[in-house]
């Protein structure tokens, strides 16, 4: 019998089961974040995160777990997340104002 093992792990914002996550700064690197704290998460996450927000705001107000998970934006984006297939490509909200 041949088959693949896979490694899953939870996202940290939408904690959905995912294959692969990615390393998001909690103080961008353009912030002087390179050594700072991260987070694992998925690529929908992360796309969002980029989408409704700019490294300074990112920086200066958004810059641990809990604060991200209680934006008011991002909250809603995660309560609908969290309910999509992990396997499937979900696509940014809406842009930055």
Do not use: Y
Request: include cysteine.
């Amino acid at each position: 019998m041949n088959f693949t093992l896979r490694n899953f792990s939870q996202c940290e914002l939408c904690e959905r089961t995912i294959e692969k996550l990615t390393v998001h700064h909690l103080i961008p690197r353009q912030k002087k974040g390179h050594h700072g704290p991260k987070i694992n998460i998925c690529t929908a996450c992360h796309k969002q995160i980029h989408t409704l927000f700019d490294n300074t705001r990112l920086a200066q107000e958004l810059n641990s777990l809990e604060k991200l998970k209680n934006e008011p934006q991002m909250s809603k984006f995660l309560a609908w997340v969290c309910k999509q297939d992990p396997n499937r490509r979900v696509k940014s909200a809406r842009k930055r104002r």
